[in-house]
Nanobody, 123 residues
Framework: VQLVESGGGSVQVGGSLRISCTVS?????MGWFRQAPGKEREGLAT????????HYADSVKGRFTISQDNAKNIIYLQMNNLKPEDTAMYYC?????????????????????RGQGTQVTVS
């Protein structure tokens, strides 16, 4: 499975941005993560591919939306009302078992495959 993130960039405070993850191969569970300089990687959202069931970290609930386009094999993260503290490298991750999508905590190490990231800067 190969994952390629895109769509990152610079955005003003309060603005919106949608980033994408193009997936080559099969997957059952997709997740979005971010890591800011000097901070730990943070799990943001997951989507269970079979039924589009989603789960969000409290820190982004209500502002971020994960979705999928099955025809294009793309996972999106729509980010609204962006804040300076949202500045980070954003990564997508994939898991073949689906198990990480059923946990309340979104854990990077539980995913099988990970992308290289796309930078989002909010100022």
């Amino acid at each position: 499975v190969q994952l390629v993130e895109s769509g990152g960039g610079s955005v003003q405070v309060g603005g919106s941005l949608r980033i994408s993850c193009t997936v080559s191969g099969s997957t059952d569970c997709m997740g979005w993560f971010r890591q800011a300089p000097g901070k730990e990687r943070e799990g943001l959202a997951t989507i269970y591919v079979a039924n589009s069931s989603t789960h969000y970290a409290d820190s982004v609930k209500g502002r971020f939306t994960i979705s999928q386009d099955n025809a294009k094999n793309i996972i999106y993260l729509q980010m609204n009302n962006l804040k300076p503290e949202d500045t980070a490298m954003y990564y997508c991750a994939s898991d073949l078992s689906g198990i990480p999508c059923h946990w309340s905590t979104i854990r990077w190490e539980k995913f099988d495959y990970r992308g290289q990231g796309t930078q989002v800067t909010v100022s």
